[in-house]
């Protein structure tokens, strides 16, 4: 029978299957960080059941790190990592903790090291473990109940997804990314829009993307609902794979490469719903509002409220505004900001860095903004040293950090004031998400950059030329 | 896990769509290693605000949440059910809610009961016009009650079974050690462990 790509990786990997239950899945890697792991562990050892396999599970500290240099000097905070310490060496469990040179953020790492690999089913207490799904691999996100059971028996009860293929064709006009196609789509199909359905990324702007700008899009699947993402792997999966440390060797990877290319959806396949993007129509797309489907072109005016049909909508979009502090009708390129933060899960990848890189060279931060760029690994962070990055950022006025999650979230002392306004590369824009009352509109690095120099949103075009 | 079959409590109405997992409980909430006492992180930002519906004294002890569409989007946090849990609520009613946040709610014994949009709307005025309305919820014949009102809920058939037997999944899956270790067998030899390369 034809399949998708998804359902090819979920059949190979049915342990059971029984009428009126739902399948038993194995799980090739279960990634673990400090947040949602605790709970899980306490549950082993209320049971008295052991970690089935440590073999095929890694653990990082990223949620709580400080990014300047200096112990952790929240006590809540500082508990929970060495918890997760005492918890890996417990149980027997690689961990790669602040200061070691493959810390990083966990969807950041495993790829890195080339541990995430096509075909394989990932997952993680991380709802951003959709990341994964660019090279092929069936990786989603779960709860701690969830993580307790995979420590436990490797596997997970799991209803049937439905498959949706988002279609993305033709050329990205220069200064769009990936970052903004994710963004389009989600304002497209809406939060909830993907909702019960793994999303295939297709199209000849899908194969023209590296593995970290598939990454960005894969990443962010979870912000329109969809439990996964993925990208069928080809050559560019392969040469990014090839001769990382946990990639397979000689014959086995030949072996494997065998494999990986019969991971396509076949010709005659269906997919339960379609979506199609024409890559040449997109421009850099930012959000105005407190959820991710609520962006718009960052040509456009902030959106008058009672222009939208749906009363949910309406209301949503009145709270927003309201929450952002911003008025219907405003151009996007005059809202000013006070903060610019590059990193992420989303978008703290060494490619995205080259990016700012590129538009800061020569030019200056704006007085008006602080700017914080946080590699999302310490091998990001060494790459970027290596070709002189920091050098840039730091001369341009940016601060250059630690490896992190940063402000992407509030957990760690990077976070925006009550009132305060960035342009963030990460991938939520959620009331307080950054920090209590902060305000933030999402953006791609290239977006970020420009605006950390004008002090508004804006876009590398609206520079004038370093 | 306790058995759940029918409950009957103050139903509050929450009239918002795309309550996030973030709004739920904050993120300075998640850095607890311990399982309970989560309540004080419940929609910590909007309970700041007085008119807030759950600082209402008319739903004090409320136990069902009736909100609008997309309830529990974005993060995985298992945490923002534990907190509705740990705050009392064994309910939580919406015409749509994120996967992961009803597959954790299956998990941990919360409820989630899907609603039509219409039938949602119409939970949410009943409750509204008289506010401290109690609903009653009845897994067995999925179905809730209200001001003499009945509507149908949908919930997946396994964790209605499992909700209603009071089952530990993980002790489910346990019985079936024999094919995982027959799996793990057949597994390819090129597939990578984490022990450092």
């Known amino acids: ?466 | 896990m306790e058995k759940f079959t029918t409950h009957t409590g103050i139903a509050v109405p929450l009239r918002r769509s795309n309550v996030d997992t973030d709004q739920i409980i904050p993120a300075s909430y998640l850095k607890r290693v311990t399982r309970t006492g989560f309540e004080d992180g419940l929609f910590a930002a909007w309970r700041a605000d007085p008119g807030f519906v759950l600082n209402s004294p008319a739903y004090a002890g409320a136990s069902v949440l009736v909100a609008g569409a997309d309830f529990g989007t974005g993060s995985s946090r298992e945490h923002a059910v534990w907190a509705l849990m740990d705050y009392g609520f064994r309910v939580v009613v919406s015409p749509r809610f994120a996967d992961i946040f009803r597959g954790n709610s299956g998990k941990a014994g919360l409820l989630t009961a899907a609603v039509s949009d219409g039938d949602g709307e119409l939970l949410l005025k009943l409750l509204e016009e008289q506010p401290g309305a109690s609903a009653t919820v009845d897994l067995q014949a999925k179905t809730i009650e209200c001001r003499g009102v009945v509507v149908p809920f949908d919930v997946d058939d396994y964790v209605r079974w499992r909700l209603l037997e009071g089952l530990d999944d993980i002790a489910l899956t346990l019985r079936h050690a024999d094919l995982i270790a027959d799996f793990e067998s057949r597994r390819p030899a090129y597939l990578p462990v984490t022990t450092p390369a």
């Open chain 1, 1 to 466: 029978m034809a399949g998708t790509l998804a359902e090819k990786v979920w059949a190979a990997h049915v342990v059971r299957s029984a009428q009126g239950e739902p399948d038993l899945l194995y799980i090739d890697l279960h990634l673990l960080h400090e947040v949602t792991s605790p709970q899980a562990f306490d549950g082993l050892r209320l049971t008295g059941r052991p970690l089935r396999r440590p073999d095929l599970t890694l653990a990082t500290e990223d949620h709580n790190v400080p990014t300047l240099p200096g112990p952790i000097e929240d006590p809540t905070s500082r508990t929970q990592v060495e918890t997760l310490r005492r918890n890996c060496a417990e149980f027997g469990v690689q961990l790669y903790p602040m200061g070691d040179a493959k810390q990083g953020i966990v969807h950041i790492i495993s790829p890195e090291l080339g541990l995430t690999q096509p075909g394989m089913t990932i997952v993680c207490g991380d709802s951003h473990t959709s990341t994964h799904g660019a090279f092929g691999a069936l990786a989603f996100g779960i709860g701690t109940s969830e993580v307790e059971h995979v420590m436990a028996t490797q596997t997970l009860p799991l209803a049937p997804f439905k498959t949706m293929a988002v279609h993305v064709d033709g050329a990205l006009p220069p200064g769009v990314t990936s970052k903004d196609v994710i963004l389009a789509v989600i304002a497209q199909i809406g939060t909830g829009g993907g909702q019960g359905y793994v999303i295939e990324y297709r199209g000849s702007a899908v194969e023209a993307m590296s593995m970290e700008a598939r990454m960005t899009m894969c990443n962010m699947s979870i912000e329109a609902g969809a439990r996964a993402g993925m990208v069928a792997p080809d050559e560019t999966t392969f040469s990014y794979l090839q001769g990382r440390p946990h990639a397979p060797q000689g014959a086995q990877w030949d072996a494997a490469v065998a494999a990986w290319r019969g991971l396509v959806s076949d010709a005659d396949a269906t997919y339960d719903a379609q979506v199609r993007i024409d890559a040449a129509s997109l421009t850099p797309f930012v959000t105005w509002g407190t959820n991710p489907a609520q962006g718009a072109p960052l040509g456009a005016a902030v959106p008058d409220p009672e222009s939208f049909a749906d009363e949910g909508a309406k209301l949503a979009a009145h709270k927003a505004l309201e929450y952002m502090g911003l008025s219907a009708g405003t151009p996007l390129r005059e809202v000013a900001v006070d903060t610019v933060f590059v990193g992420s899960c989303t978008n703290g990848r060494i490619e995205d860095l080259r990016v700012v890189a590129e538009i800061l060279r020569g030019r200056r931060v704006a007085d008006s903004v602080r700017m914080l760029v946080v590699p999302g690994s310490a091998q990001v962070k060494v790459q970027a040293e290596a070709e002189g990055l920091d050098a840039v950022f730091t001369a341009a006025g940016a601060q250059w950090r630690l490896p992190g999650c940063s402000m992407c979230l509030g957990m760690n002392p990077d976070q925006l004031a009550p009132g305060e306004r960035s342009a963030s590369t990460s991938n939520r824009n959620f009331e307080g998400r950054q920090g209590k009352g902060g305000r933030t509109h999402l953006v791609s690095p290239a977006v970020a950059a420009a605006t950390a120099v004008l002090g508004r949103l804006a876009a590398p075009a609206d520079l004038v030329p370093a």
